[in-house]
């Protein structure tokens, strides 16, 4: 690890915008299934996830690409064009990547798989894109609605943070490990020796993360526009119901009543689901009350608080 010093002079300021990176998510996603002990905070999720990649074709291929810990090929982590790009716009980027490119991105790993990638990037790169595709909609896209949510909410609480602190209160509030000096910001300020990183009028972007935590990452050689990784807030909070509602029953009595009977396998309130959820307690409100003629969801109160928990009946209906 190095310290990372982005030159940001004050054209560059005017350049900073946030993004979301599904491709990244995937990423990193598989890091955390690699490493589990590094990203301890997804080990709900980990569990949940590991016995499903055992289909993914190529997956030693991404896995051997993926897996060192502190480093990952460039060309797989695209800077994101706008402020969610599609999952298939990011893969056509990854596939577009040139052999030179993924050569130089593969230089320094030394597993089989990944020496056969980089003697031959061009047949390799369609194989990482299909195996990233996989991947991505096998254990992140049951609960990607959940992580956009957390890192909305995360890139709307930087914003007011922007508006009320300029940017040095933006910039020394994201990680522990970034420092700001009014013209440079500095990625792992107690490292050495340090890269110098120039965005050469392309901007930065700022791109909180569920999967990066606990570390904050940047691109040290980015050919257009620059990209700052952190950890959203909250991530934490993202795992407490990590299973997500069977599909078969979503389609049956609907993606927002399925969700809430998978949450419900411990008490919960309106509040609580309203806020996992992302929707009014007026709305959750009406969801129960259907669940509960339909004898799913029982209701009690303990003291001042209502707590609803689904019946036998409903944890029947999802398995």
Not at 48 to 63: D, K, N, Q
Not at 70 to 83: D, Q, V
Not at 250 to 255: F, P, V
């Amino acid at each position: 690890m190095v310290r990372i010093r982005i030159q940001l002079p004050g054209a560059e300021l005017a350049r900073v915008r946030f993004a979301i990176s599904p491709v990244y998510e995937t990423v990193m996603a598989l890091a955390a299934l690699i490493r589990p002990g590094v990203h301890a905070v997804h080990l709900p999720w980990v569990r949940w996830a590991g016995p499903r990649l055992s289909t993914v074709e190529h997956l030693p291929l991404l896995r051997a690409l993926v897996g060192r810990d502190g480093f990952k090929p460039g060309f797989l982590m695209p800077a994101p064009t706008s402020r969610l790009p599609d999952l298939d716009d990011e893969l056509r980027a990854v596939r577009a990547t040139s052999p030179a490119d993924a050569r130089d991105d593969t230089a320094r790993l030394t597993s089989k798989p990944a020496r056969r990638f980089h003697d031959d990037p061009r047949a390799g790169l369609p194989l990482v894109a299909a195996a990233l595709r996989q991947c991505h909609d096998l254990v992140v896209a049951p609960h990607w609605d959940r992580m956009v949510r957390l890192l909305d909410a995360d890139i709307a609480f930087r914003a007011r943070a922007l508006a009320t602190g300029g940017f040095e209160h933006l910039f020394t509030d994201l990680h522990g490990d970034v420092a700001w000096t009014g013209e440079e910001l500095i990625v792992h300020p107690r490292q050495s020796p340090s890269t110098t990183v120039s965005v050469r009028g392309h901007g930065l972007v700022l791109c909180p993360s569920v999967f990066c935590w606990p570390r904050v990452t940047a691109s040290t050689n980015p050919p257009t526009v620059g990209t700052l990784r952190y950890p959203a807030r909250g991530v934490a909070t993202l795992w407490e119901s990590v299973e997500p509602a069977p599909q078969a029953l979503a389609n049956l009595i609907g993606r927002t009543r399925a969700a809430i009977l998978a949450r419900l396998a411990t008490p919960q309130t309106t509040s609580g689901l309203a806020a996992g959820l992302g929707i009014t307690a007026g709305a959750v409100s009406q969801h129960l009350a259907v669940l509960k003629e339909a004898g799913l969801v029982a209701t009690h109160r303990e003291g001042r608080t209502t707590l609803h928990l689904r019946t036998e009946r409903a944890t029947t209906l999802l398995a």
